[in-house]
Every structure is written in C-alpha cells, then in structure tokens.
C-alpha cells in the first residue's frame, strides 16, 4: 500500500493561532482522506479529497490536495481549544483499505 | 456514528494468556478491519474480512489471529499475549460500493498486557 508521511508529529498553539499540518507520499495518491482522534476519542472521518489541486473547506478547517496529487495539507485558521487532538491523514492501502500517517498532535494553550 | 461497538473496552491480562476483543457492527457492513494505536506509529492495521470467513492479514498481524463467522462479528485474538502488544485497539468498517475506502471506528478497546 501506499505509505504517508505526515508532519509535524506534535504541535503546540496559542488559541487564536493558525496551524497546519502536512502529508507526503512518494507516489501519485488516487485520494487522500484526514481523520480527526479527540483525545480518548476514536478517530473520526472527516473529508476526503480526490481532484488535483482540490481545495475544500469546513468551517475554519481548510484540507488542499496538492497538484501533482503527492501531497496534501490540512490547515486551521485561529484554533480554538475545541480543536485539540490527533489529525491524521490516509491514503488508500489496497483493495478498500487504507494507510494511516503518523498523525499530528495538536495542543491549543487557552 | 456507523453501530460498531466493541467489547471489552478495557483489559487487563497477563503475559502468556490468550485474549479475544469482539468486534459488532449492526449494519451489515462487508468490510471490517483491526487496527491497533501505539505512540509514534499511528494507527496500524492487523487483519481485515472483506466477507464471512473470508479474512487477510495486515502490516502487523504475528502474534494475532481473527475470525468472522458472522456479518456483525469480528474477533481478535492474541494467542499468547505479551507486553508489547499492550495498546489500544481500534475496529473499524467501510462501506462497500460507496466508491470509497473510508474508515468508521468503533470505541476502541485499552489492552494492557503486564
């Protein structure tokens, strides 16, 4: 399957600051998708990206799937505390599965 | 949320004793996975069943077994359990024919093998 680096692994804010966090793949990826784990939490879906160069938003979250359709970024504008939590990006891993990235932590200091 | 829940959510055991975490899902769903979620690694899956009794293993599978003798269960079984395969335990579904490989979690299960 196909494998997913993610960065930054950790990632502090202040409240109010923006944050972004990056996936890379060597190989050209069919789709993207970002998950995000409240802590103690399971990880739940929360988009899917399929076109090159696609850009879609929620609320402040803002998810790009790059051109070249290798990379993809998930970037938050003026974090809230609500927005803690592990976000991970996947790629597809085979016949309906999927390869998790590292995942970036994110702390929001209120 | 896609109806999986799993039992028990958390365990306690000791090192050499098997272990079987249950997996159910009320929707029907074909596709059903394992994956387990240890700092630094992400989440990593051990076997997965496109079917009853039609499983395949993971990037992680020594060490673990499944079964899936019916639609809405999926077993996990450590044979012989040991500390590192203290984590937690994550089952999942997809959704077949969706023209996608999205991932729906159930709770998780916190194993903790002394």
């Known amino acids: 399957g196909q494998q997913v680096m993610q960065i930054p692994q950790y990632q502090h804010v202040q409240e109010g600051e923006d944050f972004t966090t990056y996936c890379n793949s060597s190989?050209?990826?069919?789709?993207i998708q970002w998950y995000k784990q409240r802590p103690g939490g399971h990880p739940v879906f929360l988009i899917q990206?399929?076109?090159?160069?696609e850009v879609k938003k929620q609320k402040r979250l803002t998810f790009q799937f790059g051109e070249a359709k290798k990379n993809s970024s998930l970037h938050i504008t003026a974090t809230q505390t609500t927005d803690v939590g592990t976000y991970f990006c996947?790629?597809?891993?085979?016949?309906?599965?999927?390869?998790f990235g590292i995942g970036t932590k994110l702390q929001v200091i209120p | 949320d896609a109806g999986i829940t799993q039992s028990p959510r958390h365990k306690v055991t000791e090192t050499g004793t098997p272990v079987t975490l249950r997996c159910h899902q009320t929707?029907?769903?074909?596709?059903m996975y394992w994956y387990r979620q240890d700092p630094g690694h992400g989440l990593r899956l051990i076997h997965y069943?496109?079917?009853?009794?039609?499983?395949d293993k993971g990037e992680v599978s020594d060490g673990y077994s499944v079964s899936r003798s019916k639609t809405e269960d999926f077993l996990l079984t450590l044979e012989s359990a040991t500390s590192s395969q203290t984590s937690v335990y994550f089952c999942?579904?997809?959704?077949?024919?969706?023209?996608?490989?999205?991932?729906?979690f159930g709770p998780g299960t916190r194993l903790t093998v002394l």
């Open positions: 999942a579904i997809s959704i077949a024919g969706a023209n996608t490989d999205t991932q729906y």
């Open positions: 190989t050209t990826l069919s789709n």
């Open positions: 990206l399929v076109k090159s160069g």
């Open positions: 996947a790629a597809p891993g085979g016949y309906q599965k999927v390869t």
């Open positions: 929707e029907n769903h074909r596709y």
């Open positions: 069943s496109y079917g009853v009794k039609d499983t």
